[in-house]
T-cell receptor
């Protein structure tokens, strides 16, 4: 997982509290993503960023917000954590994006952040 | 909605045997990728096949893509105990997002 770090790696919190997960990269990649992984659902995209201050929603964005104020950091915030947000969260980065046969989007993943909401 | 679906969900084989995992997807794609995840770790990219390719090889890995059937398969030849992991297919649409399937848990018994 060289070049991409997630913090915290483990967190236990209570329902209703705000939580922020941080993803930090040293690769200067343009694209950054937040996924959550749950049994029976694989990985589902929460939000992604295609540049500083440029973000878009994924398929499970409700209850989450993101911010990217500089290239290297992508923050995921749970405004008011719920038990359904107990999950393992993965950040990923990519140097390339876009369509076309010459484009490809291979992701490098962080080690994950395990969040438990009681 | 889930774009990719892997089959089988779990596969247990003996060392030296071949392992085949299948993936189906729903919409048109730019490329399809396979990733591996060891227990408690992040995913690692294995191989990418573009929509205009039908087969690709990388070491002991062979990937096929059938766009008419919206399906792909990953073959691991001469499997080793170290190949034990979860394997995910991920389809890339015309934008910048990868959509992952639920994964196949492969167990290779020594």
């Amino acid at each position: 997982d060289a070049g991409i770090t997630q913090s915290p790696r483990h967190k236990v919190t209570e329902t209703g509290t705000p939580v922020t997960l941080r993803c930090h990269q040293t690769e200067n990649h343009r694209y950054m993503y937040w996924y959550r992984q749950d049994p029976g659902h694989g990985l589902r995209l929460i939000h992604y960023s295609y540049g500083v201050k440029d973000t878009d929603k994924g398929e499970v964005s409700d209850g989450y917000s993101v911010s990217r104020s500089k290239t290297e950091d992508f923050l995921l915030t749970l405004e008011s954590a719920t038990s359904s947000q107990t999950s393992v969260y993965f950040c990923a980065i990519s140097a390339r994006g876009g369509a076309g046969l010459s484009g490809a989007n291979v992701l490098t993943f962080g080690a994950g952040s395990r969040l438990t909401v009681l | 909605s889930q774009q990719g679906e892997e089959d089988p969900q779990a596969l247990s084989i003996q060392e030296g045997e071949n392992a085949t995992m299948n993936c189906s997807y729903k919409t048109s794609i730019n490329n399809l990728q396979w990733y591996r995840q060891n227990s408690g770790r992040g995913l690692v990219h294995l191989i990418l096949i573009r929509s205009n390719e039908r087969e690709k090889h990388s070491g002991r890995l062979r990937v096929t893509l059938d766009t008419s059937k919206k399906s792909s398969s990953l073959l691991i030849t001469a499997s080793r105990a170290a190949d034990t992991a979860s394997y995910f297919c991920a389809s890339m649409d015309d934008g910048s997002r990868l959509t992952f399937g639920e994964g196949t848990q492969l167990t290779v018994n020594p």
